[in-house]
Structures are given as C-alpha cells and as structure tokens.
C-alpha cells in the first residue's frame, strides 16, 4: 500500500488537498485515516482525527502515527492528547490495514448489534454512549462515538462510521442506523446531519430509540435547508 492509494480515498472535492495518516496502537494494530471535507467548512474531518477515532472506538489506545506530512492538520493536539510517536515516512508502514469492513446477510438485524457497541464508546465528558452502523450493499462499518479532552476534537459516532468507510475505499451507501440508550429519542446532532446530508443524501436513517421504539427518515428530511453552494466546489 502506497500513500498514492491512501490519498485517492480523501474525499476533497473544496481543497483538492489529498491527506492521509496512518496510526499504530499499543496492541500494535493498524488504522488509517484520510481527510473528508464537508461544505461546511468546520466540520471537515481531518485525517489524523479520523485515524485516531477509528483506534479509539475499536477499544485500541494509540502510540505512533505515520504521516508523509508532518504538519498535518490536528497533528500537534493528538500527538499532545496520547504523547504520541510521530513518525514521518515516504511509505505507510505495512501493506495491509486492519479490515473494519463486516460482511452481513440481506436480512441483518442491526439493533442486538448497536447495543453491544454502546459498551466501545468513548464518552468520558458526556457519559452519553452512541452507536452508529453505515451499510453498503454487502456489509457494513460501525461507529461509536469518541470523546477526548479538547470538546470540539471529539466526534460522532455517525462520522465515525464515515471515516471508517472513506478510509477502506467505501463511498456508495445504502443506510445508516443509529441507537443511544439514553435520552428522548436517538438523533443525529446537527453537525452529523450536514455531514450526512452531503455524503448520503438520498438515504434510509432508522434510528432505534431508547424506549425500543424505532423510527425512519429520509436523510435530506433531517435537515431542511442544509448548506448548498455551487461556489464553493472546485
């Protein structure tokens, strides 16, 4: 594997700024991480963000990140947050990543899944658990979502899944399910709606909520009048 082909997987349709990471856990497995604009500026996911999330809600603690950049976007504050070893290279350090891809059957029941995942989420401020499962046509990718001490570092399970999906090659969708086990209903906040407004924007969100029962939505429904601009596209 190549940085080339980790680049092609960034999603940079307003920068053209390919980027790419790669981090090591303390177990000594491997999770990439790659850029994913959003329209909305702020809420671009950068990659050493998104490859440090993906360790996290895998229950893995990260030691070192391999990056072609060392000036990459958030480097500093999670080389600070989990005193990592910054290592710049010409070459990823291994040719295979760890798969987060699942393969499931038509019939797939998400829920018994998404309640054993609120046990992977990383939610020390809050103390409010979310799981979050992206499906593609033949599987799928989870999310939990990932605090840490910088509040506007932390990010959402749905956004998790995302990145996790973008970053093994997987952009074409089918659903998305979401399910908390506290609170009124299980929602996308609104940045995640932004984000899934732009990336899977004519989809099923079901979202299973905390009193059993469930609901369905039209992902564009979840946010009327979400930020559009021809402007802004390159």
């Not at 850029?35 to 809420?43: A, D, K």
């Not at 099923?204 to 009327?224: A, C, F, K, M, N």
Request: aromatic share 10%.
């Amino acid at each position: 594997m190549s940085w080339n082909s980790l680049y092609e997987r960034s999603y940079v349709p307003y920068s053209s700024d390919n980027s790419a990471c790669v981090v090591e856990s303390k177990s000594g497995k491997y999770y990439a991480g790659v850029r994913i604009e959003n329209i909305s500026y702020p809420l671009t996911i950068p990659a050493v963000q998104a490859a440090c999330a993906i360790c996290l809600s895998e229950g893995e603690i990260p030691v070192r990140i391999y990056t072609e950049d060392s000036a990459s976007e958030q480097l500093d504050y999670w080389a600070g947050e989990f005193n990592l070893e910054i290592i710049e290279t010409n070459d990823p350090p291994v040719d295979d990543l760890e798969d987060l891809f699942q393969t499931s059957e038509e019939d797939f029941d998400a829920l018994p899944r998404l309640k054993s995942l609120l046990d992977k989420a990383v939610a020390p401020n809050s103390d409010f658990p979310v799981s979050a499962i992206l499906f593609t046509e033949d599987g799928y990718f989870e999310g939990v979502n990932v605090e840490v001490s910088a509040w506007t570092h932390g990010i959402c399970a749905e956004r998790v899944a995302i990145s996790k999906a973008f970053a093994a090659g997987y952009t074409e969708f089918t659903r998305l399910e979401v399910h908390t086990r506290k609170g009124e209903i299980s929602s996308p906040c609104g940045a995640c709606r932004q984000v899934i407004s732009e990336l899977l924007p004519y989809h099923d969100i079901i979202l299973h909520h905390s009193d059993g029962t469930q609901s369905e939505h039209l992902s564009l429904d979840l946010l009327p009048f979400s930020f559009k601009s021809s402007a802004l596209k390159k």
